[in-house]
Structures are given as structure tokens and as C-alpha cells.
């Protein structure tokens, strides 16, 4: 059973807005979370991380927000450019082990 | 070389055959891992190596051999292997035990692996 969830396979955000992408978790033993960004033929690449102590974590134009009660968490991108079109995975792990737990991830398509 | 680097790029192999991935870190890490991405699935967990010693293992099946020679090196030797076992293989790296809560996992740029 998937323990991260990523409900929308796919967001279109104008050059300049804001992009929004959603992550949702079932375990509540997980206290660290990350997301990271995947061009084609490459590697995942990681972005921003929170761990589960705080409520939102900021760098640079990339801000995510964790919501514990509600087992969400959101990553905000402002203002959103074409070169953020990328793949956008969430994880998360509980500090007793490695694994990280993915979702499978959101396709993000940057206009300009 | 910086980060962390995976040979080859590109691998297809038959049923039958015998091959091996490699991966190397350049980042002074202490844990590795191999991670597996099929087709429309999240990227899973294979095996984990924290200070050279195995100690995670996924349920992989055993024609799925790894092999961790020092903290910088992980191989994954492959032999009899399946179609469905056609897929991107990842290789990551981190601090290890000694990296604490927010441990966070580095990637390579994986190991398309097609299986005929």
C-alpha cells in the first residue's frame, strides 16, 4: 500500500505565477520529508527538505509547507520559471530507518 | 567527477546473460542505496549500505546481487533476469547513521536497463 501520494500526475502554471504541488502520507511515524526534481535522462535532484519539528521551510523561490494533522504537505514555487519543468516527487522516512517512501510524482509544465 | 556517477548509462541485456552496474560516490558519504523505478510506479528500495554492511533488503529477488566494496563504491550484479525487470535503476548516497533525522539521499543519474 502507497504511504505518499501524489493525486495529480500533471500541472500547466503561466511563467511567473505561482505553482503548487500537493503530497499526501498515511504513516504518521514519518517525521522527515523531502521533494525532489527529475529532468528526463537524469537523476532525481534534491530541492528542500522539512522535518516534521516545523510547519514551513524556505529557499529561495521554493517554500514547503507541512500540515502533520492533516498528513499533507505542499511545495510553492514563486515565481515560477520554465526552467522549473521538470518531474516533482515527494518522499518521506521515519527516523528508525533509510528508506525513503516516493510518491509518484507530479509532471509540472512551466509556460512562458 | 563530482557527485554521484553510474556506469553505464544504458544496458540491455538477455535472459540469459550476466552483467553488472556500477555506482560511485564522490561526496564522502558513509550509506549507498539502489533504488528501482518501473514504469508508472514510485521509485522503490532495493538494498541499503550503511559503512560497507548490508542492512536493508527490500524482499529482492536473489538475481539481484549487490555488492559494496568500500563507502565510495556499490555494484549490482544482475544474472537470469526477467522482461519485467526492464527499468531505471538509481543509485543513491547519504550520510548514513551518521547523518541523523534529516539524512538526505543523493541521486545518480541511473541505469536504463532493458531486458529482452
Known amino acids: 500500500d502507497q504511504q505518499v501520494k501524489q493525486n495529480s500526475p500533471s500541472l500547466s502554471v503561466q511563467e511567473g505565477r505561482i505553482s503548487i504541488l500537493n503530497c499526501d502520507y498515511t504513516?504518521?511515524?514519518?517525521?522527515?520529508f523531502l521533494w525532489y526534481k527529475k529532468y528526463p535522462a537524469e537523476g532525481p535532484t534534491f530541492l528542500i527538505s522539512?522535518?516534521?519539528?516545523?510547519d514551513k521551510n524556505e529557499d529561495g523561490r521554493f517554500t514547503v509547507f507541512l500540515n502533520k494533522s492533516a498528513k499533507h504537505l505542499s511545495l510553492h514555487i514563486v515565481p515560477s520559471q520554465p526552467g522549473d519543468s521538470a518531474v516533482y516527487f515527494c518522499?518521506?522516512?521515519?527516523?528508525?530507518?533509510?528508506?525513503?517512501?516516493f510518491g509518484k510524482g507530479t509532471s509540472l509544465l512551466v509556460t512562458p | 567527477e563530482t557527485g554521484v556517477t553510474q556506469t553505464p548509462r544504458h544496458l540491455v541485456m538477455g535472459m540469459t546473460n550476466k552483467k553488472s552496474l556500477k555506482c560511485e560516490q564522490h561526496?564522502?558519504?558513509?550509506?549507498m542505496y539502489w533504488y528501482k523505478q518501473s514504469a508508472k510506479k514510485p521509485l522503490e528500495l532495493m538494498f541499503v549500505?550503511?559503512?560497507?554492511?548490508?542492512?536493508e533488503n527490500n524482499s529482492v529477488p536473489s538475481r539481484f546481487s549487490p555488492e559494496c566494496p568500500n563507502s565510495s563504491h556499490l555494484f549490482l550484479h544482475l544474472h537470469t533476469l526477467q522482461p519485467e525487470d526492464s527499468a531505471l535503476y538509481l543509485c543513491?548516497?547519504?550520510?548514513?547513521?551518521?547523518?541523523?533525522?534529516?539524512?538526505?539521499?543523493?541521486f545518480g543519474p541511473g541505469t536504463r536497463l532493458t531486458v529482452l
Open positions: 543513491a548516497s547519504s550520510q548514513g547513521s551518521s547523518g541523523g533525522t534529516t539524512d538526505t539521499q543523493y
Open positions: 504513516n504518521s511515524m514519518f517525521d522527515y
Open positions: 522539512i522535518s516534521s519539528i516545523k
Open positions: 518522499a518521506a522516512r521515519t527516523s528508525s530507518g533509510y528508506a525513503l517512501n
Open positions: 561526496l564522502g558519504h558513509n550509506a
Open positions: 549500505y550503511n559503512f560497507k554492511e548490508q542492512t
